[in-house]
């Protein structure tokens, strides 16, 4: 029996299909925080917290527990039953989801495992996503029981490492799924200013996840100005001054402010000096891509601030900076790719299907 192994462009399309998870998990994580469903599941049952709630006794149990949290007793003392059920659904299917983002990476592991669908070098690298989805798990029960201590809100800082780890594995896997995609080869240029605006991305998302945790976002709701000044004074309250970079809201707020407009700058530099060169096509369509949704991606965050971060726009800045950096991967990995064909995952030197293995 002779059994074909998978193929360059089936394991890119499997890939794809992992960072459409990733993407609806962070959309799902933004929609948690936003309508303050995430502190309502109190405890973290890996295995035996696949199953909801079945029975009116059930709901009982999860309530009484719900009941005992910090946000219960300083925040939602008047909270039913019906309304406990509002803020628990989107919780648990949020942690559902992260479980089968889990089962997603495990198939090709068991199938290589057991039929050799897959190329041993690639085991390696699918293994490693799936221990850094289960630390980006661990991760996210540490931030939910940082509010469930005393104070009834999530650790700003823990919420953002969360959320770089988010970035992080989307950036393994969308990356690696564009370096497996058959490209026509070109002849690409160097992107000097590229390494400096993806650092620069990473940066602004960490102060954006900051200024989500300090709920900054409800402070000073003009732009550019911050009522009338560029800087408030009570930007530097804490002492010593540097600890305002972090635990000072308007201090957050006001670096999330600057790294953005930068951003936006760097990129518009970045296609303006590039764009009458000899690029490839996905480099020419990721400089394109990068170029509408930084202005789309700060446009969005402008109109959170001044109308309060409403839900809706919140959550649309949130996906769109998933967005923005899939069209800065595209561009690195256009030049990358080109420039050196056969370097795709671990040392897989061709893009034609492998032959059947016999069985």
């Not at 200013?193 to 990473?202: H, K, T, Y």
């Not at 900054?216 to 009338?228: C, R």
């Not at 930068?262 to 480099?283: A, D, G, P, Y």
């Amino acid at each position: 029996m002779k059994q074909t192994v998978l193929s360059d462009r089936e394991l890119s399309h499997f890939l794809f299909g992992a960072c459409l998870f990733i993407f609806v998990m962070v959309v799902l994580g933004g929609m948690t925080r936003l309508t303050g469903s995430g502190l309502s599941m109190v405890e973290w049952r890996p295995v035996s917290g696949v199953l909801p709630p079945l029975t009116h006794e059930d709901w009982i149990v999860f309530f009484e527990n719900y009941q005992r949290s910090p946000e219960y007793l300083k925040i939602n003392k008047e909270m039913t039953l019906e309304g406990f059920k509002h803020i628990f659904w989107l919780e648990y299917i949020h942690r559902l989801w992260g479980r089968l983002i889990g089962l997603y990476f495990l198939l090709p592991l068991f199938l290589a495992w057991r039929k050799s669908f897959l190329r041993q070098t690639y085991l390696p690298f699918l293994l490693a996503i799936w221990i850094l989805g289960g630390l980006q798990g661990c991760v996210g029960w540490l931030m939910v029981k940082s509010g469930l201590i005393d104070d009834p809100h999530v650790s700003p800082y823990a919420l953002a490492v969360h959320f770089l780890l988010a970035l992080l594995t989307y950036a393994m896997t969308f990356s690696a799924a564009i370096r497996l995609y058959p490209k026509k080869q070109g002849f690409p240029i160097t992107l000097p200013a590229l390494s400096w605006i993806l650092g620069l991305f990473v940066l602004t998302s960490f102060y954006g996840a900051l200024v989500a945790g300090h709920k900054a976002g409800l402070l000073y709701n003009t732009f550019p100005l911050m009522e009338g000044r560029w800087m408030p004074e009570e930007a530097w309250f804490y002492k010593p001054t540097l600890l305002n970079l972090f635990v000072n809201p308007v201090t957050v707020q006001w670096v999330h402010r600057l790294l953005a407009v930068t951003l936006v700058v760097s990129v518009s530099v970045m296609i303006k000096s590039n764009w009458s060169k000899s690029l490839t096509f996905f480099q020419r369509q990721g400089l394109l891509a990068a170029g509408f949704f930084v202005v789309v991606q700060m446009s969005v965050g402008i109109a959170a601030l001044l109308y309060q971060v409403p839900t809706f726009l919140a959550l649309l800045h949130q996906a769109g900076s998933l967005i923005l950096f899939s069209s800065l991967l595209v561009i690195r990995e256009a030049s990358k790719s080109a420039a050196t064909p056969g370097s795709v995952l671990p040392s897989s030197h061709s893009r034609k299907a492998p032959p059947a293995v016999e069985r």
